[in-house]
């Protein structure tokens, strides 16, 4: 089955701790994307990116970090400088970033700061 | 900013009558705008689509509809069943990486 996994499905930090959020597609896709999901707003971008060893930041990259080494893998670290990191976390694909824009989404991982 | 709206927050219908969702976009540049649904706990799944070079869309009942000149755009769901209640999003795209999502709706079929 082709998709997008994400793990683990609950995870829970200590302050001060970094963490980090795992994601990867077999669908062949080029572009991934991170979004945050708070309750009652809609999906927020952290980071993108359009290719392997290239991302951006997105609309609240702050206090967030990724890296793009593999083309199926998209990790997120949510470092101890993000203020309010308590959050659904949510990985996008889509086959390329500007020819066919239908994202699929993964099935999300809930963070909570202790 | 660019941003799109996102009307009701929540909505109940009873089993087999019609439920609509409405959305407004502000950027004038959104050529793609997708529909998602989002069960409790899991990532959205996409139900259709629509693109500006068409004002409608269906798939079997589920239909979306795009007035360009007003930028809005319109989720209809018709002979609901509770398998529908989920939560709905609604998103619209210049075709680039950026995707401006509305704030949601919570859908309850009553049966």
């Known amino acids: 089955d082709g998709g997008i996994t994400q793990s683990p499905k609950y995870l829970f930090r200590k302050e001060g701790q970094n963490v980090t959020l795992s994601c990867e597609q077999n669908?062949?896709?080029?572009?991934m994307y991170w979004y945050r999901q708070d309750p009652g707003q809609g999906l927020r971008l952290i980071y993108y990116?359009?290719?392997?060893?290239?991302?951006q930041k997105g609309d609240i990259a702050e206090g967030y970090s990724v890296s793009r080494e593999k083309k199926e893998s998209f990790p997120l670290t949510v470092t101890s400088a993000q203020k309010n990191p308590t959050a659904f976390y949510l990985c996008?694909?889509?086959?390329?970033?500007?020819?066919?824009?239908?994202?699929?989404f993964g099935p999300g991982t809930r963070l909570t700061v202790l | 900013g660019e941003n799109v709206e996102q009307h009701p927050s929540t909505l109940s219908v009873q089993e087999g009558d019609s439920a609509v969702i409405k959305c407004t976009y502000s950027?004038?540049?959104?050529?793609?705008f997708p529909w998602y649904k989002q069960e409790l706990g899991k990532g959205p799944q996409l139900i259709i689509d629509i693109r500006s070079n068409v004002g409608e869309k269906k798939d079997q009942r589920i239909a979306v509809t795009l007035n360009k000149t007003a930028k809005h755009f319109s989720l209809h769901i018709t002979e609901t069943q509770p398998e529908d209640s989920a939560v709905y999003f609604c998103a619209a795209s210049p075709g680039t990486y950026k995707y401006i999502f509305g704030t949601g709706t919570r859908l309850k079929v009553l049966a």
């Open positions: 990116s359009q290719i392997v060893n290239d991302f």
């Open positions: 996008a694909s889509t086959p390329r970033l500007t020819t066919k824009n239908t994202q699929y």
């Open positions: 669908l062949n896709h080029d572009a």
């Open positions: 950027d004038s540049a959104s050529n793609y």
